[in-house]
C-alpha cells in the first residue's frame, strides 16, 4: 500500500489496514508534512472497495501521537496559524470521512491533536501506561477543530475539567469516563485490538459501511431526520444479496444447533 517514510501503511489478505505515524523520535507528532501524508494515505484507502476496517497506531511504545509540532506552531502568525490547524482538522476528518471502522491502538501519550484523531476515530483501545490530555491551554492557546468531539465521549463537565486545566489523566481514568472503550496490559493491546476487527470482520461488509455513514449523519440530524435516514438505509440494503445471503446463512446455523440439540436429547 502506498506509504512514506512519516507514514506507514500495510493490508493484510482480509481487507484490514495498518496506518503507523512513523515519527517515533518525535514521540510522533503531527508537524506538516506527517499531516500531509497522514491525509493522502488515508484518503488512498478511502478509494478501497475490499478495505474492511483500519487499524491507526503511532510507532514505538512512548506515544500514539503526542500532539502537533510546538516546534512548528511556535513560528505561527494569525495567517499561518488558521491554515495549519486547518491541517490538522483535516488529519482528524480523514477518520471520520473513511467508510469503514477506525480503531485507535493507544500506547503512550496522546495528547492535544493526538486526542483529537483518536477522538475522531470509530473505536480506542489503550494500553495501561497511556497518557491522555489536552494541554494547549497550558502554552497559550485552546484546543479546538475535533475537540468539539469531547463532549459527546465523555460528557461537559469532564471536558471542561481537560480543556480548562491541561492535566493529564491515566488510562484507567480515561476508560472510566469513556474516553476509551477498553485499556488493557501493554502486551495485551495488539491482540485486544484483533478482538475487535475480527469481530467487525464477522458482519456485513455493506452493512458496516451504511451503519458508519448512518452513525455520522445521526450526529447532524433531528431525531425526525434520523429516524428517516435510518428507514431509507435499510431499504437500500437490498440493493445486493448481503441481507438474504446473511440471513440464510444464520437460520440454517440455528436449524444446525437445534438439530444437533435435538439428536443429544434423543
Do not use: Y
Request: some cysteine; aromatic content about 4%; glycine content about 8%.
Amino acid at each position: 500500500m502506498p506509504g512514506s517514510d512519516r507514514i506507514e501503511v500495510a493490508r493484510d489478505a482480509r481487507g484490514v489496514a495498518t496506518v503507523t505515524i512513523a515519527n517515533a523520535a518525535k514521540l510522533n507528532t503531527l508537524n506538516r508534512a506527517v499531516m500531509r501524508d497522514l491525509i493522502a494515505a488515508v484518503e488512498a484507502l478511502a478509494a478501497d472497495s475490499a478495505l474492511r476496517a483500519v487499524v491507526l497506531r503511532g510507532a514505538g511504545e512512548r506515544a500514539f501521537i503526542g500532539g502537533a509540532d510546538i516546534t512548528e506552531m511556535a513560528g505561527l502568525d494569525a495567517a499561518s496559524a488558521r491554515d495549519f490547524i486547518t491541517l490538522v482538522h483535516r488529519s482528524c476528518d480523514v477518520f471520520r470521512r473513511l467508510p469503514v471502522p477506525v480503531i485507535a491502538r493507544m500506547r503512550g501519550f496522546a495528547l492535544g491533536a493526538g486526542l483529537e484523531v483518536a477522538a475522531a476515530c470509530d473505536m480506542r483501545v489503550a494500553s495501561a501506561d497511556a497518557q491522555f490530555g489536552m494541554p494547549e491551554v497550558r502554552i497559550g492557546i485552546p484546543s479546538v477543530v475535533e475537540a468539539a468531539l469531547l463532549p459527546q465521549l465523555i460528557g461537559w463537565g469532564r471536558t471542561r475539567e481537560l480543556l480548562l486545566t491541561g492535566e493529564t489523566i491515566d488510562a484507567a481514568t480515561a476508560e472510566r469516563w469513556g474516553l476509551v472503550e477498553q485499556v488493557v496490559a501493554a502486551e495485551a493491546l495488539d491482540a485486544a485490538v484483533e478482538r475487535r476487527v475480527v469481530t467487525i470482520l464477522a458482519c456485513g461488509p455493506r452493512a458496516v459501511r451504511a451503519q458508519k455513514a448512518l452513525i455520522a449523519a445521526w450526529e447532524k440530524l433531528p431525531l425526525r431526520d434520523a429516524i428517516a435516514r435510518g428507514i431509507d438505509s435499510f431499504a437500500a440494503s437490498w440493493d445486493s444479496d448481503e441481507p438474504a445471503r446473511m440471513m440464510g446463512e444464520f437460520l440454517e446455523a440455528m436449524r444446525r444447533r437445534k438439530l444437533a440439540v435435538d439428536g443429544r436429547s434423543g
